[in-house]
């Protein structure tokens, strides 16, 4: 046999090995939370596993009896010759080696991996924490299956036989962030295989599936990314905020799951009456573990909603197709960069499915004929999900690497909705990356973003947008006014502010409350008021802003004041 022929048997086999990997590690796992239940568990599998374990365990205990009382070990096995002393030595020795055995599972390898993987949400329904108790050299494919997060702790040991779950030695930064990948491609995988997890899943037969296609052959690789669609990098030239009343009562508490209500899309005002919208938002997870945060939706996915939309117009203008992948989503969000982290591809993506799940009834009739947008006689409602996309595999363009990516089967409705009153904030997209200063120029270098610095960068840009559409209609309204005045001086002289209705102060607390951060840290606080003037400063530097002033109550500062 050649090398190269050596090099491709060995690839060929390397899905095969891991399989063969997973009874033990299964064994392993068991043993360590409870070896007697493991023995019986296992007992056909492995052929008088359960007496070994058990007489040996016993043999182990009589032993230690048998040095701290100098008597024969015979003697103390015989339960009719063993004294009331050494009987009760025995059942102290037992207790002392299960708290030792406790110690051991919490301190192992396999609770650090299950711990890492704890916090994370997944999209998959998860059939629960049951067991494999089945044949332990096939793993039949028909058994019951354990929970998502336990088959990515069982694959990643599989693949890395040099680990034992057993180890005492904790997981590697490394070693956690690949099987927090290992997982979230396994739970989006699940998705797939079982259509959105509405039948029931194969079994154990999907992990399986799933180590092929994370160990294929070069053939097979070759195979599935030939065809699979391919897929184009966006980039787009604007940032398109939508600020109607719908998306603004969305971000309110409770708007989800309220029932039905009058949503305010036109306050009173001189001889106007108040204007409203018949409106219920439902949230319906099905079978998922997805939740919605406080019956609302956080301004971190209001900017992730953003970032789609936008994507969406560039995508219709180029005549591209909506294939969105979670770092073209990253990019398109405010101080996104060129890749996304792993954790950051999880927000989103957990994100999308919430806006999936998010079903939006809204007749806006009236406000619609007030406007003059429809006749007299015409009705417009909406009746569908915050957002229709699909979640498939596509093929980069530019590269040939598989990606997970949504395909936007619709144009959102808070876009038609917002495109018809006219009511989107558009800014360049320049605007959104957010760069060091130094020395008076933006560095090139971005500032580093969390999910909170992202939501704190899109409100400062979204109410910056509103200040300056509210300073032109302003400037507008006294323009008006003046020409007015030419011919009636009767009419007094007005300043701008007269014709103002919009504060330029952003106050921290409001922005804190607003996007969330209302238990904070006073380091932590001024590390985030510190952002915001670095947000800022970069604002400045590419024309967005003249400038801002600190506000100040006392010693403290309270908020800034934007200048045009």
Same mark, same amino acid.
């Given at each position: ?275 409203? !919208? #018949? ?8 079978? +998922?573990?997805?939740?919605? /945060?406080?019956?609302? @939706? =956080? ?105 997970? !990516? #949504? ?8 876009? +038609?909705?917002?495109?018809? /009153?006219?009511?989107? @904030? =558009? ?138």
């Amino acid at each position: 046999m050649t090398d190269k022929t050596a090099q491709k048997t060995e690839e060929q086999t390397a899905a095969e090995t891991i399989k063969r990997q997973l009874p033990l590690v299964q064994l392993r796992m068991d043993f360590l939370r409870d070896p007697e239940q493991a023995s019986f568990k296992w007992e056909q599998a492995s052929g008088g596993i359960y007496e070994r374990w058990f007489r040996g365990n016993f043999d182990n205990l009589v032993a230690i009896v048998a040095k701290a009382t100098g008597a024969d070990p015979a003697q103390i096995a015989d339960k009719d010759q063993r004294t009331p002393e050494q009987q009760k030595l025995l059942l102290e020795a037992a207790a002392k080696q299960q708290l030792a055995r406790m110690d051991a599972f919490l301190k192992s390898a396999y609770m650090d991996a299950i711990n890492t993987l704890e916090p994370m949400q997944g999209i998959y329904p998860d059939p629960g924490e049951t067991d494999f108790y089945t044949d332990a050299e096939a793993f039949n494919p028909d058994s019951e299956i354990v929970s998502v997060k336990e088959q990515a702790v069982l694959y990643f040991f599989a693949a890395h036989d040099e680990l034992k779950p057993t180890g005492k030695q904790p997981l590697t930064e490394e070693q956690k962030n690949e099987l927090k990948g290992i997982y979230t491609r396994l739970d989006a995988f699940y998705m797939e295989r079982t259509n959105g997890g509405e039948i029931d899943p194969e079994g154990i037969s999907i992990l399986f599936a799933f180590i092929e296609r994370e160990n294929p052959t070069p053939e097979t690789a070759e195979s599935i990314a030939a065809k699979l669609p391919l897929v184009q990098g966006i980039r787009p030239t604007a940032h398109t905020m939508p600020n109607n009343a719908l998306m603004n009562t969305l971000q309110q508490k409770p708007a989800i799951n309220a029932g039905a209500f009058d949503m305010v899309v036109a306050n009173a005002k001189g001889r106007r009456k108040e204007i409203t !919208a #018949y409106t219920m938002i439902e949230f319906d997870p099905g079978e +998922t573990s997805i939740k919605i /945060t406080d019956a609302k @939706l =956080t301004e971190y996915e209001r900017q992730v909603s953003d970032a789609i939309i936008s994507l969406w117009i560039t995508a219709k203008e180029e005549n591209l197709p909506p294939v969105f992948t979670p770092d073209m989503i990253f990019r398109a969000m405010p101080g996104g960069s060129d890749k996304a982290s792993q954790q950051q591809k999880e927000a989103i993506v957990t994100t999308i499915e919430k806006f999936r799940r998010l079903h939006i009834t809204v007749d806006a009739t009236e406000e619609m004929r007030k406007r003059g947008v429809i006749g007299a006689n015409a009705t417009f409602k909406i009746d569908n999900f915050y957002l229709s996309a699909t979640h498939a595999e596509y093929k980069v363009k530019n590269g040939g690497q598989t990606v997970n !990516a #949504y395909q936007i089967d619709a144009e959102p409705i808070i876009l +038609t909705y917002c495109n018809m /009153t006219k009511q989107l @904030l =558009t800014i360049p997209a320049k605007y959104i990356s957010v760069e060091k200063i130094k020395k008076g120029r933006a560095s090139g270098e971005l500032l580093p973003m969390t999910a909170p610095r992202q939501a704190m960068t899109g409100y400062l840009l979204r109410r910056i947008a509103i200040m300056k559409r509210d300073e032109q209609e302003a400037k507008e309204k006294k323009r008006r006014y003046d020409r007015r005045r030419s011919t009636d001086k009767s009419l007094k002289i007005k300043p701008l502010e007269a014709f103002r209705e919009q504060s330029h102060v952003i106050l921290f607390a409001t922005l804190f409350t607003d996007i969330g951060l209302t238990e904070q840290s006073r380091d932590r606080a001024m590390e985030n008021r510190n952002f915001v003037f670095q947000v800022l400063d970069y604002q400045i530097i590419v024309g967005n802003i003249k400038g801002y002033e600190k506000q100040t109550k006392g010693r403290s500062i309270t908020g800034v004041k934007i200048l045009f």
